[in-house]
């Protein structure tokens, strides 16, 4: 996968896959690739950090995201393939929009019973409560003009999904355009 200069925001509700797509897709051959998992971003907020899914958060969120997209232009910029893996719906998109580089938007799209169990199921410090996975999962359900970005992934393996975000990287059906 040779996508030098390029980013793929590759997002999603919680449980998605959107991690382990990520770290699969940053192993294939081809251009040197950079995985920036926002979730870090958030991370780096040590003294009033306000937990991303809530109403409260916006203006923190609309901050991280703004630095996230910054770092992600930079190392396209430099000749990297980057991979922005994280919960990046369209109300975020606006900072990815202005970059100078193609930038492709990918939306794995799981059932809502998959993405709880999965969430459930992986334990440590990560999102498990059904109320705000599901209030994701909705937020992404319907995606307006850019429905055409969503991949449905109701069977799909680890390595199917990988194949068809490759897919839809390399055909550009899923690249943001003005």
Not at 2 to 31: D, F, M, V, Y
Not at 113 to 122: D, G, L, M, P, T
Not at 149 to 161: F, G, K, M, V, Y
Request: proline content about 7%; some cysteine.
């Amino acid at each position: 996968m040779n996508h030098t200069g390029e980013i793929l925001i590759l997002t999603g509700p919680p449980g998605s896959g959107k991690t382990t797509t990520a770290q699969a897709l940053a192993r294939e051959p081809g251009s040197s690739k950079v995985h920036l998992h926002s979730d870090d971003f958030w991370h780096f907020i040590k003294n009033g950090a306000i937990q991303p899914y809530l109403p409260e958060a916006h203006d923190q969120n609309t901050v991280v995201v703004d630095v996230l997209a910054q770092a992600a232009e930079g190392y396209a910029s430099g000749g990297y393939f980057v991979i922005v893996d994280g919960i990046v719906g369209p109300w975020f998109l606006a900072p990815f929009r202005k970059i100078s580089v193609p930038v492709h938007y990918v939306v794995l799209r799981p059932p809502l019973a998959v993405a709880i169990r999965r969430c459930q199921e992986r334990g440590g410090d990560t999102l498990t409560d059904p109320g705000p996975i599901t209030e994701l999962h909705k937020q992404l359900s319907s995606l307006g003009q850019l429905e055409r970005h969503a991949l449905p992934i109701d069977t799909h393996t680890r390595e199917e999904t990988l194949s068809v975000v490759i897919e839809a990287v390399r055909s550009g059906s899923c690249r943001l355009t003005e």
